[in-house]
């Protein structure tokens, strides 16, 4: 099975930051890749699909890159309401593997 | 509007089973499909597994193949997710949630079920 390996599985960063999280896939997974944002006691929110896509509703901060093996997720200024754990899937075939999430904090 | 509305909390002993229902409504049911994705306490998101409510086609993880039966009734619109042989390490909130249509990308989520699995 495919892996998905997120880095890093933590960060602080100050308000209007630019924060960045890699996915790695262990194959190429094409552009099947999907971000979710999580906020604490609350549901996972689907932010970008596709690996580019932003999903309607999301703010234009976020954005999403790469293709086959390497994504990024982009937060390009952080603001409080950022405060989440994101986690990447691959949903191109079964199993549809989650990373293992990075936590954002405000520092 | 999309809403996926699950059964509520469960507490099991270990070797027991569970079955979680996740009833939708505002769309047409049997053109979609449903994950189960479940989160421990304090861990991250893990997918279970995949009903097609059009085929009734699965695909099981692995962790979990074996113990797991996910069907759905159209009858009802409702999805459903057995785990049998429960263990401790089973406890978390159990999530149903709606694909995109198309492909296994997950749009919309239930609310979540806690299932406590405790002696």
């Known amino acids: 099975d495919i892996q998905m390996t997120q880095s890093p599985s933590s960060l602080s960063a100050s308000v209007k930051d630019r924060v960045t999280i890699t996915c790695r896939a262990s194959q190429g997974i094409g552009n099947y890749l999907a971000w979710y944002q999580q906020k604490p006691g609350k549901l996972p929110k689907l932010l970008i699909y596709?690996?580019?896509t932003l999903q309607s509703g999301v703010p234009s901060r976020f954005s999403g890159s790469g293709s086959g093996t390497e994504f990024t997720l982009t937060i390009s200024s952080l603001q409080p309401e950022d405060v989440a754990t994101y986690y990447c899937q691959k949903y191109n075939t079964a199993p549809l593997t989650f990373g293992g999430g990075t936590k954002v904090e405000i520092k | 509007q999309v809403q996926l509305v699950q059964s509520g909390a469960e507490v099991k002993k270990p070797g027991a089973s569970v079955k979680v229902s996740c009833k939708a409504s505002?769309?047409?049911?049997?053109?979609?499909?449903f994950s189960w994705v479940r989160q421990a306490p304090g861990q991250g998101l893990e997918w279970m597994g995949y009903v097609s409510a059009y085929s009734g086609h699965t695909d099981y993880a692995q962790k979990v193949q074996g113990r797991v039966t996910m069907t759905t009734d159209s009858s009802t619109r409702t999805a459903y997710m057995e785990l049998r042989s429960l263990r401790s390490d089973d406890t978390a909130v159990y999530y149903c949630?709606?694909?995109?249509?198309?492909?296994?990308?997950?749009?919309?989520w239930g609310q979540g079920t806690l299932v406590t699995v405790s002696s």
């Open positions: 505002g769309y047409t049911f049997s053109t979609y499909g």
């Open positions: 596709g690996a580019t």
């Open positions: 949630a709606r694909d995109q249509g198309g492909t296994y990308l997950i749009e919309y």
